[in-house]
Every structure is written in structure tokens, then in C-alpha cells.
């Protein structure tokens, strides 16, 4: 048997990772494209909707489905409205200083993470899949005597990591249809275009912001939810998710969601296939070094536009 089957596996695994991180990225990149924030604590609201999916799945009896679906509603819920409310009482109050917003969400990332830490504890709690069957993974070779198929062969994937890829793109989808095709995207977009000729308008900016930073942070706590049966929930879960989600939003382009979607799936796959055959660690330094060539080449990155 070739490489080519655990390449396949690989690349699996690297897009479940690329569709996690997608969410996460895009909640990050809506936040600064809209409100010119950048959001230190995004990571902590990631940790958080992991971290309340399993307080929600623990409340819910009976088949793991019930309280799976029930935490896919209410993570994204809380954190969305903790974020609303951060919002309102923090950055509002700075007036969304470019400055004093990096230090007050620094100050917001260790107040959630120390109070879930006293709350929730140091444990890596899993949260059980509404499902998960394993798939045996189909190959197709040229061999001496034609086409030779494989199945099964002995590498699989399941069925719950496929459909975290399939929810990834449906919400994504969502996410340009609101952007594009609703008035409140067009409140966003118009308040990030020129936020003083919103404001002549008489569009309510501040509303519009609060409700920007909950809807990022909604998403990352999705993207946790959707992970957290991959992975544990653990109180300091949210610094690669931040790490990564910093590296995609600078590769694409600061504020642009085509970019920061190519750029989701590039270091996704990557880092799934690097770490399947190498290491995650030289997944994490080769992701660096790329967002160092792109500051370097591209500094508006690349789909982002020059500002003067």
C-alpha cells in the first residue's frame, strides 16, 4: 500500500480541524472588521462554549443526541450574551479604544479563565457525539493488473468528524447569506465601511457593535461545541484555538471573510496532515513562519486591501 491512503486520512483529519477554525477565525475577523477591535479573549470564548456544553450535556438524561443538541443551542446562547455584555460594560466605556481594547481584553481572557477554573476546575472533561460510527475509507490504486479497490483496508474516519466538516459549511454559508443578503449585514457592512457616516444615517452603531462582538463569539463557542466530542473541555483549551485564529485572520487579510476562509482551510489542512506526520508542534511553528512571510510579502495579507 502507497502513502497516498494516510494522506487521505490526513487531509480528513486536517479538514475537521480546517472547519473548526473556520468558525472560530470568522468570529475574530467579523469582530475587527467591523468594530477595529482586536479581541484578545476570542480563545476564551471558545473555552467557554466547550466548557458549557459539557455543563449542558451533563444536565440533559438520557441518549447523548438530547443534550448534544441542547448544548448546540444554549453555548453559543450564553456566550454570545457574556460577550454582549462585555461589550456593554468594558469596551463601550474605553470607546473601543484600538489600545486600551488590546489590555481590556487581555484583563477579560483572565477573568474567564480564572473563574472557570474555580467554577469548572483543571479537569479535561469530554463531551460524548450524538453519534459516531466508524466509516472504513475506501482507496483506489493502479496495480500491475489494472485498477485495484480497497475496502476496508484498515484506516477510517467517523461519521460525527464528517459531520462537524458538513455543519462547518452549512453555518458558513449562513454567516455570507446574513452578510450579504439581510439588513443587518447591511448594518455591518455599512457601519465598518464608515462608522461616522453610519452614524449620520442614524444607524445605532454601538448596538451594532454589541451585537458584532456576541455574534464572534457565539461562533467560536459553536466551534467549541462542535470539537469538544474530538476533544476535551479544559479550562485552558482556548490559547491554540486564539493562536490559530490569529495566524488565519493575518494570512487573509485583516476584516476580509473570503480570506480569512482560504486562509481557515490552508491552515487547516495543514496542521492536520503535519501533525498526523510529523508533530503538532511543527505544524504550529511552520504556521508562524508563513504569517511571517505574509508580513513581510503581503502585509495587508492576502485578500486584505491597503489602508493609507
Do not use: C
Request: glycine share 10%.
Amino acid at each position: 500500500m502507497e502513502l497516498g491512503p494516510y494522506i487521505l486520512l490526513a487531509t480528513l483529519e486536517g479538514a475537521v480541524t480546517a472547519a473548526v477554525l473556520a468558525l472560530t477565525a470568522v468570529g475574530l475577523s467579523l469582530v475587527f472588521g467591523v468594530m477595529r477591535v482586536v479581541n484578545i479573549a476570542h480563545g476564551e470564548f471558545f473555552m467557554l462554549g466547550a466548557v458549557i456544553a459539557w455543563f449542558t450535556a451533563q444536565a440533559f438524561g438520557g441518549h447523548p443526541a438530547i443534550g448534544f443538541a441542547a448544548a448546540l443551542i444554549v453555548a453559543p446562547l450564553a456566550v454570545g450574551a457574556i460577550a454582549v455584555l462585555a461589550d456593554v460594560t468594558i469596551l463601550k466605556r474605553i470607546n473601543y479604544d484600538p489600545e486600551r481594547t488590546i489590555v481590556a481584553t487581555i484583563g477579560l481572557l483572565y477573568i474567564i479563565q480564572q473563574l472557570t477554573l474555580m467554577i469548572y476546575g483543571p479537569e479535561a472533561r469530554p463531551v460524548e457525539a450524538p453519534f459516531n460510527q466508524r466509516i472504513a475509507l475506501p482507496w483506489f490504486e493502479f496495480g500491475d493488473s489494472g485498477l485495484d479497490f480497497y475496502y476496508p483496508w484498515g484506516l477510517s474516519t467517523t461519521s460525527y468528524k464528517l459531520a462537524v466538516i458538513a455543519a462547518a459549511v452549512v453555518v458558513l454559508v449562513g454567516v455570507w447569506l446574513l452578510m450579504t443578503r439581510s439588513r443587518a449585514g447591511l448594518l455591518m457592512r455599512a457601519t465598518q465601511a464608515d462608522r461616522d457616516m453610519a452614524l449620520a444615517f442614524g444607524i445605532p452603531v454601538e448596538r451594532v457593535y454589541a451585537l458584532v462582538f456576541g455574534f464572534g463569539a457565539a461562533l467560536a463557542a459553536l466551534g467549541a461545541v462542535l470539537v469538544v466530542p474530538i476533544q476535551q473541555a479544559h479550562y485552558l483549551m482556548g490559547a491554540d484555538p486564539l493562536l490559530l485564529s490569529f495566524i488565519v485572520v493575518i494570512i487573509g487579510g485583516l476584516g476580509s471573510l473570503p480570506g480569512t476562509l482560504v486562509a481557515a482551510i490552508l491552515i487547516g489542512l495543514s496542521d492536520g496532515i503535519i501533525s498526523v506526520f510529523f508533530s503538532p508542534t511543527l505544524a504550529k511553528i511552520l504556521a508562524t513562519l508563513l504569517v511571517g512571510l505574509v508580513l513581510v510579502f503581503r502585509p495587508h495579507g492576502l485578500f486584505g486591501t491597503r489602508t493609507v
